[in-house]
């Protein structure tokens, strides 16, 4: 599933090939058509923004096109009329600019909403915190971290409403930097510790933003020695989404 890190990154490349440009919109796929994308053709694209792992378009006329990508879902960035990497009718959505064209294929969530609903928008107001935004203070995100205590760090993490943003792999690799056990239920692990965690999810993202996304990792779908201590690293299914956490149980407490 694409992480904040992914969307904020998407966010700028949007930003930079189409916004301030009037686009045309076309929708090769039901899905889009269902979703109102021809709605935006001929419309300008005012800016790109990102919250934890959505996307909100906002186009003049005040309509924001949502997406969320889940799993399986992707948008792509070509030159106007280069050959894409997936089929034509796939496409939910095709935003061409003058010289480039994004085109999205699936996911979960494509939808166009008046702009006035953005913000009282069920879905949207649930989420947590953008942890990958400019204004980002940790204090609330713990709050809502501590909304279960019985809950264990890592699972906690993953849950939406509490902090937007992190996904699998920056749970485990953001527990591992701060060193602290995701299996612990928050309400044994202090605010220094789930700060420190924050801290280290964010600075891990934002790098990822910079350079493209992290190619390599310290425990996230590793086996073998620990990085840090040289002990054997731990995983298994965590949550009632069973998602893999990846440890170290030697160095994280």
């Not at 203070?137 to 501590?146: D, G, K, M, Q, V």
Request: charge should be positive; charged fraction near 30%.
């Amino acid at each position: 599933m694409a992480e904040g890190d992914t969307i904020l990154r998407l966010a700028r490349r949007l930003d930079a090939a189409l916004v301030g440009q009037e686009l045309s919109a076309k929708a090769p796929n039901p899905r889009g058509r269902a979703a109102g994308v021809e709605r935006l053709d001929g419309r300008r694209l005012e800016r790109a923004e990102a919250h934890g792992k959505h996307l909100l378009l906002h186009f003049d006329g005040d309509l924001v096109l949502h997406s969320h990508l889940g799993m399986s879902g992707g948008w792509h960035l070509y030159p106007r009329g280069a050959r894409w990497r997936r089929a034509p009718g796939a496409a939910w959505a095709v935003l061409a600019g003058e010289r480039e064209e994004a085109v999205e294929f699936g996911g979960p969530t494509l939808r166009l909403l008046p702009a006035a609903r953005v913000r009282r928008d069920a879905e949207l107001a649930r989420l947590g915190p953008d942890l990958l935004a400019d204004d980002f203070e940790p204090a609330p995100a713990i709050a809502r971290l501590r909304a279960d205590p019985r809950r264990g760090v890592g699972d906690a993490l993953l849950d939406q409403t509490a902090v937007a943003g992190i996904g699998n792999i920056f749970k485990s690799e953001a527990c591992f930097a701060a060193r602290v056990d995701p299996w612990r239920p928050v309400g044994e692990v202090g605010d220094e510790e789930l700060s420190a965690v924050l801290a280290a999810a964010r600075e891990q993202m934002l790098a990822a933003v910079d350079d493209g996304g992290r190619k390599s990792f310290s425990v996230y779908r590793r086996q073998g020695p620990c990085p840090a201590c040289g002990g054997r690293l731990a995983s298994r299914g965590q949550g009632d989404a069973n998602r893999t956490t990846y440890w170290c149980p030697s160095c994280q407490r």
